[in-house]
């Protein structure tokens, strides 16, 4: 039974940093591919960033592009989103998801491609 377990969330002001963490229990496939989603109270889930495993196809939303980076290291099962320059407006609950494969940027944004998700983190930054 995969599990997605995400740690790593908090409060903090704006202009700061945070690094969410997401492990996978059970790597559904070594070629599979992980994305980070984040919802906001009252909005839909909103693709943030998605890698394969072996790192080399990733994509980034472009509401966060230059300030989120997406990475994974796949002998701790673990994928990383480093958040820079926080804003007020990336307040959210941040999920992780896990697909059996990567398949392309516009793919890979799109809830759907991922059969298995976290519990999610809540992400809040105070102006």
């Known amino acids: 039974q995969v599990q997605l377990v995400e740690s790593g969330g908090g409060l903090v002001q704006a202009g700061t940093s945070l690094r969410l963490s997401c492990v996978d229990s059970e790597r559904i496939s070594s070629n599979g591919a992980m994305g980070w989603f984040r919802q906001a109270p009252g909005k839909a889930r909103e693709f943030v960033a998605a890698?394969?495993?072996?790192?080399?196809?990733?994509s980034t939303a472009d509401s966060v592009k230059g300030r989120f980076t997406i990475s994974a290291d796949y002998a701790k099962n673990t994928v990383y989103l480093q958040m820079n320059s926080l804003k007020p407006e990336d307040t959210a609950v941040y999920y992780c998801?896990?697909?059996?494969?990567?398949?392309?940027?516009?793919?890979?944004?799109?809830?759907?491609?991922?059969?298995?998700w976290g519990q999610g983190t809540q992400v809040t930054v105070s102006s």
């Open positions: 998801a896990a697909a059996r494969d990567y398949i392309g940027p516009y793919f890979q944004s799109q809830p759907w491609r991922y059969g298995y």
């Open positions: 890698t394969s495993w072996s790192g080399t196809d990733s």
